[in-house]
């Protein structure tokens, strides 16, 4: 079975464009997470999406946001990029969000902001 | 918040078992113990999980004291590609409760 995936894997943007990313999820699996990574702030958690809803949400200003689509496909959207926001974006899939499944990270997408 | 306690750094030879150790002591009754770890610049892989048994699968082994309050992880043979950082990450099994909280992990070194 394939793995998550996330396209592109790497993106140079400069400093108040937008970017949107993109998450797979392995089939089946109808949770799908996103986490940033930085050297500072280490892996945190930015929002979580199951059945096209937004179930949880961590600790980011309002210019990060995503969607779900009805075949599970996730998109995370950050707007007036700050240079800050470099970071790597991971996506992480479950089968469902009971808390009992294991979470399945991709390879992420590193997004460089100049 | 992580509410675990890792050691930053660990070398460990190439063959040799490597113990990976983590204290999570106001861990909770319904929490279970995950490990998961991190080659460089990849996504995180899942490696283990338990609540109060020792686990063992093909890629480790997971020994959790019998408090609770720590666990350590053993790749009972280490080699190179074991390089990486590992997190040991407490979760609880509840409904909703998907967002994984990764502390700073130890970075596994193995030397040849």
């Known amino acids: 079975k394939a793995g998550v995936t996330q396209t592109p894997r790497y993106l140079i943007k400069t400093r108040g464009q937008q970017v949107t990313l993109s998450c797979s999820p392995i089939?089946?699996?109808?949770?799908v997470s996103w986490y940033q990574q930085t050297p500072g702030q280490g892996l945190q958690f930015l929002f979580e999406?199951?059945?096209?809803?937004?179930?949880n949400k961590g600790n980011f200003p309002g210019r990060f946001s995503g969607r779900q689509f009805s075949n599970s496909r996730s998109e995370m959207n950050v707007s007036t990029l700050e240079l800050g926001d470099s970071a790597l974006y991971l996506c992480?899939?479950?089968?469902?969000?009971?808390?009992?499944?294991?979470?399945?990270f991709g390879p992420g997408t590193r997004l460089l902001v100049l | 918040d992580a509410k675990t306690t890792q050691p930053p750094s660990m070398d460990c030879a190439e063959g040799r078992a490597a113990n990976l150790p983590c204290n999570h002591s106001?861990?909770?009754?319904?929490?279970?113990v995950y490990w998961y770890r991190q080659i460089h610049s990849q996504g995180p892989q899942y490696i283990i999980h338990?609540?109060?048994n020792n686990e063992t699968n093909e890629m480790a082994s997971l020994i959790i004291t019998e408090d609770r309050k720590s666990s350590t992880l053993i790749l009972p043979h280490a080699t190179l590609r074991d390089t990486a950082v590992y997190y040991c990450?407490?979760?609880?099994?509840?409904?909703?409760?998907?967002?994984?909280?990764f502390g700073t992990g130890t970075r596994l070194t193995v030397i040849p």
């Open positions: 338990g609540l109060k």
């Open positions: 106001t861990i909770s009754g319904n929490e279970y």
């Open positions: 999406y199951f059945s096209e809803t937004q179930r």
């Open positions: 992480a899939s479950s089968l469902s969000r009971t808390g009992r499944e294991t979470q399945y």
């Open positions: 990450i407490v979760r609880v099994h509840t409904n909703g409760a998907n967002n994984l909280f």
């Open positions: 089939s089946g699996h109808r949770s």
